[in-house]
């Protein structure tokens, strides 16, 4: 039996400049998941989660 892959724990830092590349470069979440090697619905949750908050 494969044992399962743990999912990566992405910083605080690195989730907050994934979101400002969305908010201030004008890049879709898409485009940051693609150019950052991470998926795009992360990027997605933690653009909402910012919008949320505020």
Do not use: H
């Not at 992405?10 to 150019?35: H, M, N, P």
């Amino acid at each position: 039996m494969k044992e399962k892959g743990k999912r990566p724990n992405y910083t605080k830092e690195f989730r907050q400049d994934a979101v400002k590349l969305v908010i201030e470069q004008q890049y879709s979440c898409s485009e940051v998941g693609r150019r950052l090697g991470i998926p795009s619905c992360n990027v997605t949750r933690w653009r909402c989660a910012r919008r949320d908050s505020k």
